[in-house]
């Protein structure tokens, strides 16, 4: 709560919050060949509150940019459905779904290959205002000055290209570019992770401005558990295209229910040595296991320090259950944790 | 203390390009003793993986190492020819690379290529094959006997990063320079990674000079620990001292700049305003001064050496963030803006 407050954005109340984006069930399925299947996200619920930051980690190959595109609808779902509101995404098609996505806007991770090199910041900036033909001429020229100096740009660098510009100040024209059709929801896929130390809380300070000034919600995923957790309201934890845990981000910290978000915390080195010194890294046995057959039961039970086996945990998946007061977690013995 | 095992001084790396010259290193100086564990921190660009590649001589092109000494062994590394210093390479001193991936040879079994670091240095092909299951036990890689025969694609990330350290360790070097070892390994992985080092530190006595721009990974790991900008150490010193109490204005911005998984409450993160300076034309006095809040006229204009500021630690600040905090609020401050504490703006004040 105090969390809330210093903010500036009202705690969502647990379970009366609007939620902006509802996922019911989604499963995205790739074929791996030989009939085979890459199960990258498999059968996930949950909501985004509106104004809220939801934070989503994970590691590689866990199924969050997936997810991401699964929710902004870039790519179609193999079974479930996305709501938008009270809009079921995942039913429309076409010019329908196209003008749904003005409010769904993304920022990715490279500043590098996100931003066309032969384009000028300002055409780069202004490209979603001519896709949907908002503005023109004089007032289109006015949005793009006025976007670049949303993201603390010079106004004036509309006419030069991206290789003029930084790491730091190539995300911040990537942001002007997801802000121009004012949409709702920002999913930042790794936006930060290239970026150095200090540009990043630049970025990080940025985002929460801009999340304040135009009532943001945002979905941001990154490996980077300390910043999602400083950005977020909410955390979500994947493993293996499944959420083990959604809860309140220092929730998550103090009291983690699932033992893969418990490991997750304590392999993030805190940079203060008397600290870092005195903590136990909850070690993980073994690799993560492969996407195309996910182990059965609970698919962390092949890593889990606590599991019991066989039974529960590699016969029966934990369900994903409110274990305290908006506090999910997907464990047979979250108690242990 | 005892005596350094390698002495590096007034270091300097330059690379020629069409724009001029670029000084990537400008005089460094730093000592590293046996069994200890040293840190190299800076952002992009600063010159700690340069700093790192110029101890071995190997430097891409166009750079060039253009001065100073690097002792090892009553030697100048700088001085010897290439055969002389090949020899050194993997066997005195080893190197280990951020992306496992690129470093392995893609066609070679992975033991072969651990032999191949003994070979390369005239131990017995036998001898050198038991010594790498040897090894790959040691970097606790599971069913080595089947590994050794794996090619490098079969392993993931983590196992290829140590089957890159056994072959690093494989002749016993005195040192070890890890370049950003676990900078493309996930979280967990990266946490097994830097135990292993530790452990290795530890038990075999490895010197190891860790390059990094992870404050998290200098505090877990390192004893000593060296802060870069802009191609300077700007600050050196103990671990603990360093972080409990930096000096120089840039350590102090890095430390309050990023957000800890152990913070129990949402603070504004205080960034650092500007970016990395163009090394083609670096800022005149100090390199930090067009970012710093605490610059003084003299800043501008000066560029400060490395002085004592503690027991062991030493910055290069007209200022440090003794006087910062006494007389700038320097802990009261919002934003790290360049002259925010000390109110000095070009232009204005001057």
Redesign the interface.
């Known amino acids: 709560m105090a969390e809330a407050a210093v903010k500036g954005t009202p705690a969502p109340a647990p379970s009366g919050a609007k939620s902006l984006v509802r996922v019911e069930n989604v499963v995205k399925h790739f074929p791996a060949g030989l009939g085979t299947h890459v199960h990258a996200v498999d059968g996930v619920s949950f909501d985004i509150r509106e104004g809220e930051t939801l934070g989503l980690v994970g590691e590689s190959g866990c199924g969050k940019s997936t997810l991401a595109r699964l929710v902004t609808q870039l790519i179609p779902v193999t079974s479930g459905k996305v709501f938008f509101g009270d809009v079921e995404l995942t039913k429309l098609r076409g010019e329908k779904l196209r003008q749904y996505r003005r409010q769904l806007q993304m920022i990715f991770q490279d500043p590098f290959a996100s931003l066309d090199p032969r384009m000028t910041v300002g055409d780069i900036i202004a490209e979603p205002l001519d896709n949907f033909r908002i503005v023109r001429g004089r007032k289109r020229n006015q949005r793009v000055q006025e976007l670049l100096k949303i993201v603390g740009l010079n106004p004036n660098f509309n006419n030069r290209y991206p290789h003029e510009f930084s790491g730091g100040q190539r995300q911040r024209i990537g942001i002007a570019r997801a802000l121009a059709l004012n949409p709702k929801l920002v999913v930042c896929d790794e936006a930060i992770s290239a970026l150095d130390v200090s540009i990043q809380a630049q970025i990080v300070n940025l985002l929460e401005d801009l999340q304040r000034e135009f009532r943001l919600t945002y979905l941001f995923i990154a490996h980077d558990l300390s910043v999602v957790r400083h950005i977020s309201d909410r955390v979500m934890v994947m493993y293996l295209g499944k959420i083990v845990e959604i809860a309140d981000s220092v929730e998550t910290y103090s009291s983690p229910k699932h033992p893969y978000t418990k490991a997750l915390l304590s392999a993030i080195p805190v940079p203060d040595p008397k600290v870092q010194r005195g903590r136990r890294l909850v070690e993980l046995t073994g690799e993560i296991p492969s996407p195309i057959n996910p182990p059965s039961g609970c698919r962390f039970h092949t890593r889990c320090p606590i599991a019991r086996l066989p039974t529960p945990c590699a016969e029966t998946e934990p369900p994903l259950e409110e274990k305290r007061r908006d506090h999910l977690a997907a464990c047979h013995f979250s108690s242990d944790v | 203390m005892a005596n350094p095992i390698l002495q590096v001084r007034d270091l300097r790396t330059q690379f020629a390009t069409e724009g001029g010259i670029v000084k990537a290193v400008d005089g460094v100086s730093f000592e590293l003793y046996p069994g200890e564990s040293l840190g190299i921190v800076g952002?992009?660009g600063s010159g700690k993986s340069m700093t790192a590649l110029s101890l071995l001589r190997l430097v891409p092109e166009p750079g060039r190492v253009v001065g100073g000494q690097v002792l090892f062994r009553d030697q100048d590394l700088l001085q010897l020819t290439s055969e002389e210093i090949r020899e050194i390479r993997g066997r005195d001193i080893a190197m280990i690379f951020q992306d496992p991936q690129s470093s392995l040879n893609p066609v070679l079994r992975t033991g072969f290529q651990v032999d191949e670091a003994m070979l390369a240095h005239g131990k017995p092909k036998n001898q050198a094959r038991a010594r790498t299951l040897e090894l790959l036990k040691k970097v606790r890689i599971p069913a080595a006997e089947s590994r050794y025969k794996d090619f490098p694609h079969q392993l993931?990330g983590?196992?290829r990063q140590r089957a890159m350290i056994a072959m690093g360790l494989a002749n016993a070097p005195a040192i070890l320079i890890a370049d950003e070892p676990t900078t493309a390994l996930?979280?967990?992985v990266?946490?097994?990674i830097?135990?292993l080092l530790a452990d290795l530190n530890r038990e075999l006595g490895t010197a190891i000079i860790m390059i990094t721009?992870?404050?998290?990974?200098?505090?877990?790991l390192c004893t000593r620990v060296l802060v870069m900008y802009a191609g300077e150490i700007v600050e050196q010193g103990p671990?603990?001292q360093i972080?409990?109490n930096p000096q120089h204005p840039y350590t102090w911005?890095?430390?309050k700049?990023?957000?800890?998984?152990?913070?129990?409450?949402?603070?504004?993160?205080?960034?650092?305003?500007g970016?990395?300076p163009d090394l083609l034309r670096p800022p005149s006095g100090c390199r930090f001064h067009p970012r710093c809040p605490f610059r003084i006229d003299k800043c501008f204009t000066n560029e400060p050496q490395l002085e004592e500021v503690g027991p062991g630690q030493r910055a290069a600040c007209w200022v440090t963030m003794d006087r910062a905090r006494k007389e700038m609020g320097a802990d009261e401050l919002k934003d790290i803006r360049p002259g925010a504490g000390s109110n000095v703006h070009p232009g204005e004040d001057r």
Not at chain 2, 213 to 220: D, I, K, L, Q, Y
Not at chain 2, 257 to 273: C, F, N, T
Request: hydrophobic fraction near 45%; charge should be negative; glycine fraction near 6%.
């Open positions: 952002e992009s993931s983590g196992m996930d979280v967990t990266q946490a097994q830097l135990e721009h992870n404050m998290g990974v200098v505090a877990g671990v603990e972080f409990a911005s890095l430390l700049s990023m957000p800890r998984v152990d913070a129990l409450r949402h603070e504004r993160l205080r960034s650092i305003e970016m990395a």
